[in-house]
């Protein structure tokens, strides 16, 4: 899903990484103002993939 920009933070939820706004702790701030939950087990894996995805935007 990676190519298409999306990723997915926890086992109910699949984002699209161009409209996250930030992360604190494990919750995930959407552009439209929802929030997500960010699981203790992908967190890493999740953050890693938000910065290289945003890297390459540049």
Same mark, same amino acid.
């Given at each position: 899903?990676?190519?298409?920009?999306?990723?997915?933070?926890?086992?109910?939820?699949?984002?699209?990484?161009?409209?996250? $706004?930030?992360?604190?702790?494990? =919750?995930?701030?959407?552009?439209?103002? =929802?929030?997500?939950?960010?699981?203790? $087990?992908?967190?890493?894996?999740?953050?890693?993939?938000?910065? $290289?995805?945003?890297?390459?935007?540049?």
């Amino acid at each position: 899903m990676i190519p298409y920009g999306f990723a997915s933070p926890h086992k109910s939820f699949v984002v699209n990484l161009y409209h996250v $706004k930030a992360i604190r702790g494990y =919750d995930i701030f959407m552009m439209n103002g =929802d929030l997500i939950p960010l699981s203790q $087990k992908r967190s890493t894996e999740f953050r890693g993939l938000l910065g $290289k995805y945003q890297a390459d935007r540049l």
